[in-house]
């Protein structure tokens, strides 16, 4: 059968765009080590360009990353005019505004709890001030009721969305509260609570077209009072109701370990069905950017 050029140019076309995004994915290894500044990635946000920005937790200066996976390089640092009390993740807005969560709180003790909003582009900084409805003891009395740490956070419309990391100790729930991503002071809407035996959150990330949460968690410990052991866990939740995310049917993805699980506190949605995992360093750990599938 005879094709014309233009034919054939149009075909080549068509089949660039139906296999792009797959060698797209292919293009990102399994794994790989992140820079030596890039320790303690707790947050992430993909770029419309590809690239990432990243930043390290508590004990650590208060500095963007932006990093590109393909080509492995660090292009560029900004350190903020604002404290990294203990920065725990990070998300971005369609129109290019980085909310940037201090909000850890390991010892459920803070009053101060903020997220910053920076625009690269136009470097301009303010604030949002929160605090939670249902906290009346700072900490609470019982160790089991120390729910009010937060290591995870998504943009959706016109809110953050945050879900809470609690203690091993308790029943393990994550909770989800709501605040308006805009600057001010506000108490946090409580939403939704959901029971994850033996977990605890990590991290958060939603899918380009809001239909995918994720939510990284472990559960570490010894046993026998000897024999430690940890297990990372990816949480993927789709077909819930507008906003309440945690209302969704759950499949869950064990992340890579050997021998004990990496401590994953950050991933972030790369194309659809892929999502970069990122784990700290530690003494026998290096840190590392992983790629990881999702439901389809």
Known sequence: MFFSKRKILLLAGVLLVMVGPVFAQKSLPRRQKLPAALREVSGMARTPEGHLWLLNDSRNPPELFRYDPCTRQLLEVRTLPVPNRDWEDLTLAPDGTLYIGDFGNNGNHRRDLCIFRYHPQTEALDSIRFTYP???????????????????MVFWRDSLHLFSKAVFASDCVVKHYVVPARPGAYVAELRDSLHLPKRVVTGAALSDDGQTLALTSYIGGRRLGIFPYAHATVFFFQGFPDGHFLRGRIESRRLPQFPLARQYESIVSWSEGCWLVANERRAWQKQRLWRVYGPG
Do not use: L
Not at 134 to 141: C, G, I, L, S
Not at 143 to 152: G, M, P, R
């Open 134 to 152: 249902d906290q009346r003891e700072f900490p609470p009395t019982r160790y089991a009721n120390w729910n009010f740490n937060c290591e995870a």
